[in-house]
T-cell receptor, first 119, second 113 residues
Framework: DAGVIQSPRHEVTEMGQEVTLRCKPI?????LFWYRQTMMRGLELLIY????????DSGMPEDRFSAKMPNASFSTLKIQPSEPRDSAVYFC?????????????????FGPGTRLTVL | AQSVTQLGSHVSVSEGALVLLRCNYS??????LFWYVQYPNQGLQLLLK??????LVKGINGFEAEFKKSETSFHLTKPSAHMSDAAEYFC???????????FGTGTQLKVEL
């Protein structure tokens, strides 16, 4: 298994520029999660998808952030325009969605992350 | 709403000593609880999970955790620390539908010679 693949691994950009982060989930997984990790705020869920459909985007900080999942094997997180406070490590995770309700759970597999620095 | 609290952002132990990382949960439904580990510059990796079967859960790398409903706790332990255990550890609770998780703030474990 290749695991969850994220690109780029590191991104350095200037304030105001557009940033696009990419994620390829594990084949067969139908849930995908985007997280942001900072020293100040810890690990935050930004958005997650089930079967390519956004289910909960309540963690997206503001309109500058957008995420898409055009198919089961690809997702993007875009920041436009970027600001220095967006500097963080962004993780993508995927899982195989369990049965409806709380009766089952399948673990999330995390990618290696993208370290974003906005100057 | 489901949440977890990790007591102690930094824990330091000697190699060979007991490791105890604390996690307390709050949940309005029977909880599913998890421990993840993050090594430097890597993503999170599942250590173990509790899903209402046995209350003592064994995970990878010799770690285990005990679910105690009366104490609303899910503490992570390892009898003998190894240098390779130095990492950040996150407790998490299933929150909402699907496989959504809410993570604690993490505990950095340092292992000294």
């Amino acid at each position: 298994d290749a695991g969850v693949i994220q690109s780029p691994r590191h991104e350095v950009t200037e304030m105001g520029q557009e940033v696009t982060l990419r994620c390829k989930p594990i084949s067969g997984h139908n849930s995908l999660f985007w997280y942001r990790q900072t020293m100040m705020r810890g690990l935050e869920l930004l958005i997650y998808f089930n079967n390519n459909v956004p289910i909960d985007d309540s963690g997206m900080p503001e309109d500058r952030f957008s995420a898409k999942m055009p198919n089961a094997s690809f997702s993007t997180l875009k920041i436009q325009p970027s600001e220095p406070r967006d500097s963080a490590v962004y993780f993508c995770a995927s899982s195989r969605r369990g049965l409806a309700g709380f009766s089952s759970y399948n673990e999330q597999f995390f990618g290696p992350g993208t370290r974003l620095t906005v100057l | 709403a489901q949440s977890v609290t990790q007591l102690g952002s930094h824990v330091s132990v000697s190699e060979g000593a007991l490791v105890l990382l604390r996690c307390n949960y709050s949940s309005s439904v029977p909880p599913y609880l998890f421990w993840y580990v993050q090594y430097p510059n890597q993503g999170l990796q599942l250590l173990l999970k509790y899903t209402s079967a046995a209350t003592l859960v064994k995970g990878i790398n010799g770690f285990e955790a005990e679910f105690k409903k009366s104490e609303t706790s899910f503490h992570l332990t390892k009898p003998s620390a190894h240098m390779s255990d130095a990492a950040e550890y996150f407790c998490a609770v299933r929150s909402g539908g699907g496989n959504k998780l809410t993570f604690g703030t993490g505990t950095q474990l340092k292992v000294e010679l």
